[in-house]
């Protein structure tokens, strides 16, 4: 009986508004319902204050939660050895910029330098060339498809983009080594990727149109992929008169404490030593005035021998870390945890990796970053920076921004409705080089970006714990590092998700 009456008072309230024009037949916004929602709505002293600074400054300054920034501090108790910020600017290449940062301080460390960056152009180029490899040889594969189908659409809407994932890099990196900075520097394409990739889809459309109509005028894949070796050719040029041609090879030496002198300069140096034991103290004042600078150049900085490298000689004498022995580790709240999950249509290499991850929880996600991080190494991740970060402050905290207070509204969405309702999104990578413990607990993490060092502060991030459960969707970590249980559920065949999926 009580169910009845409350559905009976239910159907009165909604033909009182029907009658009212709250609602319409036909979904339109009525005009009715526009003049009563004009006359509830009040202009108090609040929304007029709010009116008033709203529209003389942006809501994020208003918004800005002054206790947050009042209690920020920028201490850790544990922080990896690590110089120089990268800079990615105009281009989607933080992937590979993260996955740089996580290997460079091997190289920085051994060989004791100062300062080191790699050449992310370099990668860029091949990354391009295997991505428009693999946009070409999905159209032979789909060949039979409608061209509405949902992954055909996917793959002509950007067929050679910047973005990707760990495994991206790994692969790469593993089938074409890496150079220096200085062997193969950055161009105005490079940093600034818009019109290059407008260029480069356009003529990737071509051959796909093109690929469609030898399959129907010959019904030959043979052919097709005889086309598209002349297709590739094409890219190859439109590469190169972008970003430069990538070296086969190159000389590089470097200097530092870890540089290995050549014996006749160690022989000279001891010979001059023994030169100067024998002079007088004047002369000695001499000649320390001759080991000076002079001009900017520093005559007692040691060099090592120059030597040739292959880029994938470099890397493996260099670095020499086996990439493919890192694994993806996630959180996805939408769905089992303790399961293998693998994103189709996400390798940039035709034959290389798919992105996938063991989903466990945001808890086992942090111990692992710091078990990483206390043996001195870097972490690549992967979050949606996109809520509650200052770029100026370099903060990344919860409610760093109080929007509701502004709007007076209920903005809540947990975690995994923001997934679900495309509200939040997985789209930057960056290494974590630090950790704040207190307690045994993270309090707070230290980020490395690539956004350059004019950004957060001095390149540097602090992403408060909070932070890190809300948006950190995916870590990077060798698999020495992970729990057997875990490294198990890798193995487990993954269970394969379209390429439109929210944890993409």
Request: glycine letters at 6%; one cysteine or more; proline letters at 3%.
């Amino acid at each position: 009986m009580k169910h009845g009456v409350e559905w009976s008072v239910a159907v009165f309230l909604v033909l009182v508004a029907l009658a009212a024009g709250v609602l319409a037949d036909d979904g339109s916004l009525a005009p009715e319902a526009i003049q009563r929602i004009r006359t509830e709505f009040k202009m108090d002293a609040h929304a007029r204050a709010i009116r008033n600074a709203l529209t003389s400054t942006g809501v994020r300054d208003i918004a800005e939660n002054r206790e947050i920034l009042a209690d920020h501090d920028s201490k850790f108790s544990h922080k990896i050895k690590t110089k120089g910020i990268s800079n990615q600017k105009g281009s989607g290449r933080c992937w590979m910029f993260a996955g740089f940062n996580m290997i460079k301080p091997v190289l920085m460390n051994d060989l004791e330098l100062d300062d080191f960056e790699f050449s992310q152009i370099y990668l860029q180029f091949w990354d391009k060339m295997e991505k428009a490899n693999k946009f070409l040889e999905c159209m032979i594969e789909f060949r039979d498809r409608d061209l509405m189908d949902r992954d055909i659409v996917f793959l002509l809407q950007d067929p050679c983009p910047d973005g990707g994932y760990f495994e991206n890099f790994a692969d790469l990196v593993g089938k074409y080594g890496v150079v220096p900075k200085e062997v193969m520097a950055e161009t105005a394409s490079s940093e600034g990727t818009g019109m290059m990739n407008r260029l480069l889809g356009r003529l990737l459309r071509k051959h796909a149109s093109e690929l469609r109509e030898i399959y129907k005028d010959t019904g030959s894949v043979k052919q097709m992929r005889l086309a598209k070796e002349r297709m590739m050719a094409e890219i190859y040029r439109m590469l190169v008169l972008n970003l430069g041609e990538p070296p086969a090879e190159f000389s590089w030496r470097h200097k530092g404490k870890g540089a290995e002198v050549k014996k006749e300069d160690k022989e000279a140096d001891k010979d001059a030593d023994e030169e100067d034991e024998d002079e007088d103290e004047d002369e000695e004042e001499d000649d320390d005035d001759e080991d000076k600078p002079k001009d900017g150049y520093d005559v007692q900085q040691k060099w090592s021998e120059t030597r040739l490298y292959t880029p994938k000689s470099f890397y493996a004498e260099l670095v020499g870390l086996d990439l493919r022995e890192f694994v993806n580790i996630g959180d996805d709240p939408m769905r089992p945890k303790g399961r293998h999950y693998e994103i189709d249509l996400t390798k940039n290499l035709y034959d290389g990796r798919n992105m996938n991850y063991a989903n466990v929880d945001i808890r086992t996600l942090k111990e692992l970053v710091v078990k990483v991080l206390l043996d001195n190494k870097a972490v690549c991740f992967d979050a949606d920076v996109s809520p509650d970060q200052d770029s100026g402050k370099g903060i990344m905290a919860r409610n760093l921004y109080d929007y509701e207070s502004v709007y007076d509204l209920d903005l809540g969405l947990d975690r995994t409705e923001r997934l679900l309702f495309r509200d939040g999104t997985i789209n930057h990578g960056m290494a974590l080089i630090g950790v704040d413990l207190q307690d045994g607990r993270p309090v707070k993490w230290l980020v490395e970006n690539s956004w350059g060092s004019d950004r957060g502060k001095g390149g540097l991030w602090t992403m408060y714990d909070d932070w890190f459960e809300d948006n950190v969707y995916k870590i990077i970590v060798h698999r020495d590092y992970v729990p057997e249980e875990i490294l198990e559920i890798l193995e487990q065949p993954a269970e394969k998700l379209p390429v439109w999926d929210p944890m993409w």
